[in-house]
C-alpha cells in the first residue's frame, strides 16, 4: 500500500535518448508535482497538476514534457537527454492545492545521463 | 519575495543530547511552515507542520518545532537524539496564494554515538 509510488527507481541512459518516468499516487489526492534534486541536494519544483490541469511550470527546458491521464497518475517524459538531466526527480501528492495541505513524496528515480 | 534559510549545513549532536536544527523565513503575511526528512537514498518523509494556534507542534519520531512569530524562525527540536536521526532535513514554507513550497536548502543532522 504504498502511498506514492515512481518507476522506475534508477535509470541510467545515454545524451540524446528520451526516457519517461511514472508516477503513481493512491491518496485520492487532487494535485501531483514533480521536483528535480540536484547533487547538491537543493529541490526545485518542476511541475504541478490539480485534477489533471497543469498550475505550475516552472523554468523548465521543454524537453521534459508531463502527462496526467487521471487524477491518479502523473508522466514525465524527457527528450533528447542531456549530462545536466542527471539528477533525482520526486514525484509527490497533496489533497489540494491549499497551503496547508501536506506534500506526500515518492521514493525518488535517479536518472543518471551518460 | 518568500523565501527559507536554513542557516547550518551541518548539525553534529552527541547520542542522548537535545538537538536543534534551524529554519527561519522571511514572508509578507501568514505562512504555514512544514518540516521534511529525507534518509540516505529515501524520498522525502513529512515530520511536522504548523498552521496556526499552538506555537509548538508535535510531530512523527519524537520531533517537535516552535513557531516563533516575532522572530521568524521554526526551529526543529527533539529532546534526545538517536543515531537513527540522521538524516537530511528541509524546513519549507507555503502561502494560501501560492501552490508552491519553498524550500530551505536543507541541514544535514549527525549523530554520534
Known amino acids: 500500500d504504498t502511498a506514492v509510488s515512481q518507476t522506475p527507481k534508477y535509470l541510467v541512459t545515454q545524451m540524446g535518448n528520451d526516457k519517461s518516468i511514472k508516477c503513481e499516487q493512491n491518496?485520492?489526492?487532487?494535485?501531483m508535482y514533480w521536483y528535480k534534486q540536484d547533487s547538491k541536494k537543493f529541490l526545485k519544483i518542476m511541475f504541478s497538476?490539480?485534477?489533471?490541469?497543469?498550475?505550475i511550470n516552472e523554468t523548465v527546458p521543454n524537453r521534459f514534457s508531463p502527462k496526467s491521464p487521471d487524477k491518479a497518475h502523473l508522466n514525465l517524459h524527457i527528450n533528447s537527454l542531456e549530462l545536466g538531466d542527471s539528477a533525482v526527480y520526486f514525484c509527490a501528492s497533496s489533497q489540494g492545492g491549499r497551503g496547508t495541505d501536506t506534500q506526500y513524496f515518492g521514493p525518488g528515480t535517479r536518472l543518471t545521463v551518460l | 519575495a518568500q523565501s527559507v534559510a536554513q542557516p547550518e549545513d551541518q548539525v553534529n549532536v552527541a547520542e542522548g543530547n537535545p538537538l536543534t536544527v534551524k529554519c527561519t523565513y522571511s514572508?509578507?503575511?501568514?505562512?504555514?511552515l512544514f518540516w521534511y526528512v529525507q534518509y540516505p537514498n529515501r524520498g522525502l518523509q513529512f515530520l511536522l507542520k504548523y498552521i496556526t494556534g499552538d506555537n509548538l507542534v508535535k510531530g512523527s519520531y519524537g520531533f517537535e518545532a516552535e513557531f516563533n512569530k516575532s522572530q521568524t524562525s521554526f526551529h526543529l527540536k527533539k529532546p534526545s537524539a538517536l543515531v537513527s536521526d540522521s538524516a537530511l532535513y528541509f524546513c519549507?514554507?507555503?502561502?494560501?496564494?501560492?501552490?508552491?513550497?519553498?524550500w530551505g536548502a536543507g541541514t544535514k543532522l549527525i549523530i554520534k554515538p
Open positions: 519549507a514554507l507555503r502561502m494560501d496564494s501560492n501552490y508552491q513550497l519553498i
Open positions: 491518496l485520492g489526492h487532487d494535485t
Open positions: 514572508v509578507s503575511g501568514n505562512p504555514y
Open positions: 497538476y490539480n485534477n489533471k490541469e497543469l498550475i
